[in-house]
């Protein structure tokens, strides 16, 4: 097979992506077999892969290796008095409009001169029965035990953080860490969003890896400098070239009700630049609303100047879903190998796919010599195990997988004692002994 470099073409529609992710596993809707239900998603065997090896390699970077910040994971629902202090319930809101034609919902800076975006192209605008605007709540109301009275009503957390700062002063002192110092959490949060669209970007139900760092408030411009480079360095190093990553402040009239300032990571889609992570000083307004709605005294004393104040806070928070679909898209290529011969590959990060390796015995016949691989190597690896199909068939499979290696089990095996090691992006192939496989992986896998 040759190992010419092929020529690579990147995913254009969002449409073939889509279908790959349908088709293999990765993504697909929830409650697919009643229609679905729009903004909800179902990771499957290799989504799901994929999405934990990011977590995990978020809370390795962000939480294990840094002595100055500790892990929690919260309950999603809070008291309901969290989110008035957070300015949810006053400031949590985007201007719907109805239209009364179509019968759909959407939010009023969607709409376009001429024409209804929810209505066929021959619609124009003039033709919908278009409501005028009104705030619409994103949070996700339910109901606490039997009751269905006001007092019972609770929310569905619209963000990780808020949680934090709950539980910032228990952690604090839990762990005997001084300021400077961060609490992170990965988890849920849900958002009525008006209109869900770009497959998994927007979202009902989607999860955050936020990380809240806690400084004095003289400290706040050089911790913020600081956690730019460290969040632009982590989506580096996920593989995202510079040409399709960048960051962008926002300007002053954009910010946030909290926000002091705010840098968003932004990744280039099929469907355009969009925020995947965003940076933020919060200042000290979390901590401040929540002391003055709880009653509780968050500030911090120092034990050398004996200075009372309000931490300021540092916050990144990276949507999980939208980098996995970042991950997805960026991987995703159609690559011509041969004249008339294209192979689908996903190039991911070796640490990051969702499979470490495949065994794929040539034959049904070396299926007890391929298993006792497979056993082997699934005490140090994610292993998946394919013996139907010719060769070929096989590693097209394991190419639109995104399985980094190759291990194929041969008719020679039992002579020479060696199995041959393919390399899915080069395609190139080695011929290494059985005893070296795990040693050969490892070496590859880890760099």
Partial sequence: MSTDQPTRR????????????????FIFPSSEIYGGINGFWDYGPLGAELKQNLKALWWQRVVRQRPDVEGIDSAIIAHPRTWEASGHVEHFSDPMVDCKTCKRRFRADQIEDERCPEAPKKR????????????????????????????STAYLRAETCQPIFNDFKRVREAARQKIPFGIAQIGKAFRNEINPRNFTFRSREFEQAELEFFVHPSEREKWFEHWQEERLAFHRELGFDDDHLRTRPHASDELAHYARAAVDVEYLFPFGWQEIEGIHDRGDWDLSRHSEYSGKDLGVTDPDTKEHYMPMVIETSVGIDRTVLALLCDAYSEEEVGEGDTRLVMHFPAGLAPLDVAVLPLSKKLAEPAHALEESLRRRFNVFYDEAGNIGRRYRRQDEAGTPFCVTIDFD????????????????????????VAAWLSERLEA
Avoid: H, W, Y
């Fill in 10 to 25: 990147r995913l254009e529609r969002m449409d073939d992506l889509v279908s790959l992710c349908a088709r293999r596993g």
């Fill in 124 to 151: 124009a605008i003039t033709d919908c029965d278009l409501t005028d605007p009104r705030n619409f709540n994103l949070m996700l109301q339910t109901q606490i035990g039997a009751s269905s009275e006001a007092a």
């Fill in 413 to 436: 095996t039992a002579d020479d004692g060696k199995v041959t090691l393919r390399d899915r992006d080069s395609m190139s192939q080695d011929r290494v002994a059985l005893e070296g």
